[in-house]
């Protein structure tokens, strides 16, 4: 993707409320789409690029079509999170981030899956 168009698709900054959202790391239309979100524990974004704050969160969130026979397509998701106090990141991802993932993305896969089909028939 070019940077220009990285640069209309990703808007720095948050949403009225003071809140924050993923911005697009990387897109190929119909294939890939990666989604980045790099805060301060504060709620502040910073540059992954430059230097990481002492205590920080930075994700990724990549989503891969693949097709197959038939004519169909698999959704492949993966996910990557870093996260400092680095002690702290095991007890919060399973306590809060593996849970609220699970059904978060089980939600997600049964809506595309009913707009999929809905759409195809």
């Avoid at 409320?17 to 790391?25: C, F, L, P």
């Avoid at 996260?83 to 991802?93: E, G, I, N, T, V």
């Amino acid at each position: 993707m070019t940077p220009s168009a990285s640069a209309r698709l990703a808007v720095a900054g948050g949403l009225a409320d003071g809140s924050q959202w993923w911005e697009v790391a990387a897109l190929e239309p119909e294939q890939f789409l990666g989604l980045r979100m790099s805060l301060d524990l504060r709620g502040r974004p910073f540059d992954p690029a430059g230097m990481r704050p002492r205590h920080f969160t930075d994700s990724l969130w990549g989503f891969e079509l693949k097709d197959t026979a038939g004519g169909r397509s698999r959704l492949i998701v993966s996910g990557y999170w870093s996260f400092r106090p680095k002690w702290l990141q095991p007890l919060l991802s399973i306590v809060v981030l593996e849970p609220s993932h699970w059904v978060m993305q089980t939600r997600q896969f049964s809506n595309l899956k009913r707009l999929a089909e809905s759409e195809s028939a």
